[in-house]
């Protein structure tokens, strides 16, 4: 098969993490390609064999300079699928299928608006809640990681780790201000880099938290510092499937999350969900029982660790692009 995938992103998160790793697999037996805005910045972990197109013309729904470019580069090496990752990616790819002959596929990653995804007709959701954002049938395909073995190595301190990019929706500074409310020696360390980091750092330095808070920008050893940490914490507003709870899965002793209005509530157990208003007073009930709370965690996700492995996830949109042709 000959898929290109689209993606209008230029920055490296989660979704872009899932087309990095899917494009990088599929390379090895289909001819595939990254379509992404100029002056890209994760183009170094994509694969040799990954042809890259970066548009010039800015992806504006009704940008005709847009349509041409990449118009041309379809057809040109007439791939038979373009998958679009995010509302605005599909919203391009909705105008490209009906002057083109090809198949769209466009996956949506979170519960945000996205009438496109009502349109479009081959959508995937990450998750059973997502999908049901939608108004017509969608295949859910969650994600999953290729999980490493990882020795703990834990700190006499009780560590807290959150992993995300630093913009608001992430909620970091909500949980900056709880770690604030903690009345026990702790450090707490977020992973991950974007535009909130100075408001952040401010907020630190108002709390005065700057021995105990710690923003570690990215890090390519995640694993590690989960499996090193005694909790891990999601603190967003709104996700669909993070992959950083799936790392939590296989990496850290205990997770909790808000709901967050994505699949989080698929996977963990009701009493790993807190909201944002209890959360010191949730990490402080863990603090004082963590070997409880440790050994309900790993009963209760175990059988996730069968299901979100990234070589399901492979299989899966294999069966799925080939059902389409």
Same mark, same amino acid.
Not at 99 to 119: D, S, Y
Not at 140 to 146: A, M, Q
């Given at each position: 098969?000959? #898929? ?5 992103? =230029? ?16 390379? $090895? ?21 990954? =042809? ?19 118009? $041309?580069?379809? =057809? ?88 995300? =990019?630093?913009? $608001? ?84 002793? #205990? ?42 965690? $790993? ?27």
């Amino acid at each position: 098969m000959k #898929i290109a995938y689209l993606s209008c992103s =230029r920055f490296y998160g989660g979704v872009e993490k899932i087309v990095v790793d899917t494009l990088n697999e599929l390379s $090895k037996s289909n001819d595939v390609a990254l379509i992404v805005p100029k002056n890209c910045e994760f183009l170094d972990r994509l694969d040799k064999n990954v =042809r890259v197109f970066e548009y010039q013309s800015y992806d504006k729904r009704y940008n005709i300079f847009l349509y041409i470019e990449l118009y $041309k580069f379809l =057809r040109l090496n007439q791939f038979e699928i373009l998958h679009a990752h995010g509302a605005k990616a599909a919203q391009i790819g909705f105008v490209l299928e009906k002057i083109l002959n090809l198949k769209l596929v466009a996956t949506k990653h979170n519960n945000r608006k996205g009438k496109i995804f009502n349109r479009v007709k081959n959508v995937i959701a990450v998750s059973k809640q997502v999908a049901s954002t939608i108004n017509q049938p969608s295949r859910v395909l969650y994600f999953g990681i290729s999980p490493k073995i990882i020795t703990p190595i834990l700190s006499d301190i009780f560590t807290i780790t959150a992993v995300g =990019r630093l913009d $608001k929706i992430k909620g970091f500074d909500i949980l900056i201000s709880e770690a604030a409310k903690l009345n026990f020696p702790f450090k707490l360390q977020i992973i991950g880099d974007g535009r909130e980091r100075q408001n952040l750092e401010n907020l630190i330095k108002k709390l005065k938290l700057k021995d105990r808070v710690f923003l570690l920008g990215f890090q390519d050893d995640i694993p590690q510092l989960l499996a090193n940490s005694h909790l891990q914490v999601i603190s967003s507003h709104k996700e669909g499937l993070p992959i950083t709870l799936m790392e939590g899965i296989f990496y850290s002793p #205990i997770v909790i999350s808000t709901l967050a209005g994505g699949g989080i509530g698929e996977i963990l157990d009701k009493r790993f969900i807190y909201h944002h208003e209890n959360l010191a007073l949730k990490i402080e009930e863990i603090y004082e029982n963590r070997v409880k709370f440790s050994k309900l965690f $790993k009963t209760t996700n175990a059988k996730f660790k069968q299901i979100l492995t990234f070589q399901n996830y492979i299989l899966e949109l294999r069966k799925y692009y080939k059902g389409l042709m």
